[in-house]
Every structure is written in C-alpha cells, then in structure tokens.
T-cell receptor, first 109, second 114 residues
Framework: DAKTTQPNSMESNEEEPVHLPCNHSTISGTDYIHWYRQLPSQGPEYVIH???SNVNNRMASLAIAEDRKSSTLILHRATLRDAAVYYC??????????FGSGTQLTVLP | DTEVTQTPKHLVMGMTNKKSLKCEQH?????MYWYKQKAKKPPELMFV???????INESVPSRFSPECPNSSLLNLHLHALQPEDSALYLCASSPFGLTTGELFFGEGSRLTVL
C-alpha cells in the first residue's frame, strides 16, 4: 500500500491560516487522498478527501499537487478547537483506510 | 442520527474473561470497521464488514472475534486477551461498503486487560 509522510508536529497562531503538508510519492492513480483529525479522547473525524482536483468544504481546503505526489490541508483560520492530530491517508487497493503517523497541530492563543 | 455509538466506553477484564464490545449506527451505512489504537499511535485497521459480510481481516489473532448480526450492529468478542491488547478500540461506518469517502467514527471503547 502507498504510504504517506507528514511532519510529526506543527504550531500555528490562532486566527492564522495553517498549511499541513503530506507527501505520498508512491500514490497510485486510483488512490484517493483523505484527511482526518483526532481531538484528544475522541475518535477520528473526517475532514476532507479528493482525487485529483483541489477540494473545498466548510472545514478546510485540500490542495493536490499536479503530479499527485503531495498534498496540503489548509485550515483558513485556525482556532484553539483545531488543535488535534491530523492524518493524511491514502485509500489502499481494497479501499480500506490505513492511517499514517499524523501531525500534531498545536494552536497558540 | 449521524452517530456511531460504542459501548461500553471503558472495560477492564482479566486474561481469562470473555467480554464483548458493541457498536451501533442508524445511518443506513453498509460497511462497518474495527480499528485498534494504542496510546500515541495511529489507529490500525482490524476488520471490515461490507454488506454484513467480513471483507477484510488484517491478520488479527483469533482471540478477537468480530460479528455483524445486522447492518446496524457490529460486535467484537474478546476472549483470552493479553495485557498488550489493552488499547482504544474504535468502530467506524461508511455509507456504501468499502469506501473512497467518509468514515464516521465512534468515540471508542477503552480496554484494559489485567
């Protein structure tokens, strides 16, 4: 299965944009890119997913590189409630989601 | 109702006990998943049921036995567990079988094996 690489941790100031990077150089043509986040003591929460084109929803934006070897999750205005572990995940050949190690996002007031 | 409900939230059991974890969803989803999460690690996929049939077993030891009695309910039966099986067990569901889209997760059942 294709793997993802994310920084272990990132910091952001409150009300500023946050760009969370993810590398997936071995992605296959049929793999979707998913982002989930996990707040403390909670189950993971879906954020966004896409295949080739950039995607926007009420929570975030997903920017996908033209060669699809990397992507960036964009939180437009970080709040303290956005502090969480963010997982970038590729759907595998059997379409199951295998979580990588994730990025711990700290939001500073 | 957009929730996945897991019970119990906490479970302590001995190595000779038999217990079960339960997961329920009433969103009409047709796939349900069990994940295991150790402290400060990402969730690891254990089992996937798609249309009430076991589709994926990620080489999980037989002391973990999943069951999907109907499309809304998923159980994980536990027997003769080891202390290293202590973890957060997460259930998830998705609308259309194995998914390219959104998984809905419960808050998990925290298991401690003594």
């Amino acid at each position: 299965d294709a793997k993802t690489t994310q920084p272990n941790s990132m910091e952001s100031n409150e009300e500023e944009p946050v760009h969370l990077p993810c590398n997936h150089s071995t992605i296959s043509g049929t793999d979707y890119i998913h982002w989930y986040r996990q707040l403390p003591s909670q189950g993971p929460e879906y954020v966004i997913h896409g295949l080739t084109s950039n995607v926007n929803n009420r929570m975030a934006s997903l920017a996908i590189a033209e060669d699809r070897k990397s992507s960036t999750l964009i939180l437009h205005r970080a709040t303290l409630r956005d502090a969480a572990v963010y997982y970038c995940i590729l759907s595998g050949s059997a379409r199951q989601l295998t979580f990588g190690s994730g990025t711990q996002l700290t939001v500073l007031p | 109702d957009t929730e996945v409900t897991q019970t119990p939230k906490h479970l302590v059991m001995g190595m000779t006990n038999k217990k079960s974890l339960k997961c329920e969803q009433h969103m009409g989803h047709r796939a349900m998943y069990w994940y295991k999460q150790k402290a400060k690690k990402p969730p690891e996929l254990m089992f996937v049921y798609s249309y009430e049939k076991l589709s994926i077993n990620e080489s999980v030891p037989s002391r973990f036995s999943p069951e999907c009695p109907n499309s809304s309910l998923l159980n994980l039966h536990l027997h003769a567990l080891q202390p290293e099986d202590s973890a957060l067990y997460l259930c998830a569901s998705s609308p259309f079988g194995l998914t390219t889209g959104e998984l809905f997760f419960g808050e998990g059942s925290r298991l401690t094996v003594l």
